[in-house]
């Protein structure tokens, strides 16, 4: 897509893969998700993104079910992949440090030929948090972490490799070689649907919004408060490329599901994303894509 502007392209699918309570697991979990992966590609799904915890949902399942550490394995994933951007959906803030993580994408960057993006929020998963031992702040700092972290990373994929300093965050050097590859720098997504916060955040920084929407009317009025964030910042709201996790939408009925997507390519939605969610997800996505995808291409955003 256009780094400039992001209106009027054809729809596009991703893929979501969250769930690695599998048959076989762990032993079969590299092939599963490999396979997935590459199934997704071969349909025409441009993108491909994971969870970034270290406990799976407990909303989705249990926190002692399967869960894989998150940029390991979309490394796996870019050394099977050739065209998929690769991301997190979405990377906690309070996971690793800002300069770590600006390391780490870039790394993967590198080395997936220019396919990473970085997804990014304020994180919420307490349990895992306290489990694991890391601090977990109160939500006001965590939003004022996610501001310094996504300054910082901005300026490491920048010329400037010089200090940083912010309340929370202080570094001497933001030396980042090698560069990345991306031109003119991965994309950054910020990931959420708080409306003070979050998507003034987007307004402020995002190349891409997702939004997790229960209805095509709240995606439509979440977009409206971002373009009102826009304003207030004096920019062009179709800079931001929109993606939707269409978690409401039932995917049995592949009909119902376009029908919903014309609705939101109408909203100037780019691309809609789909969670892989079956005992045999590569079998799923093959079948899923392979019907959608050439008539998302007729919806243009």
């Known amino acids: 897509m256009s780094p400039d502007r992001y209106y009027g392209a054809d729809m596009e699918l991703g893929v979501h893969f969250m769930d690695f309570t599998l048959p076989g697991a762990p032993g079969s979990l590299a092939g599963a998700i490999g396979d997935t992966a590459k199934a997704a590609e071969a349909a025409g799904c441009t993108k491909f993104t994971v969870m970034d915890h270290w406990f799976q949902m407990e909303f989705f399942a249990t926190a002692q079910d399967p869960m894989l550490e998150a940029y390991t394995t979309l490394g796996y994933l870019a050394g ?100 990345p590859v991306s031109s003119p720098r991965p994309r950054l997504m910020i990931g959420g649907n ?28 979440k977009f409206e408060v971002i373009e009102q964030h826009c304003a207030a910042l004096d920019r062009d709201p179709a800079t931001i490329e929109r993606t939707v996790l269409a978690s409401f939408l039932d995917l049995s009925n592949p009909d119902a599901f376009l029908a919903t997507c014309e609705e939101l390519a109408a909203l100037d939605v780019a691309l809609i994303e789909i969670r892989a969610i079956s005992e045999q997800p590569a079998q799923f996505i093959e079948e899923f894509a392979a019907y959608v995808v050439p008539r998302l291409a007729q919806f243009s955003a």
Request: hydrophobic share 40%; with cysteine; charged share 20%.
């Open 80 to 179: 099977l992949t050739d065209h998929m951007e690769l991301a997190t959906l979405v990377t906690g803030v309070t996971y690793r440090h800002p300069g770590l993580l600006a390391k780490i994408v870039t790394t993967l960057d590198v080395l997936s030929g220019g396919r990473a993006q970085l997804g990014i929020g304020a994180a919420w998963y307490e349990r895992e948090h306290l489990g694991l031992g890391v601090p977990y702040p109160p939500l006001s700092e965590r939003f004022e972490r996610l501001e310094e972290t996504i300054q910082i990373v901005l300026q490491m994929w920048s010329e400037d490799d010089g200090p940083y300093v912010g309340r929370h965050y202080q570094l001497a050097e933001t030396i980042c070689q090698p560069r």
């Open 194 to 221: 708080g409306e003070r916060k979050t998507l003034r955040l987007v307004a402020q920084y995002a190349d891409v919004c997702n939004i997790i929407p229960s209805s095509v009317a709240e995606a439509r009025h």
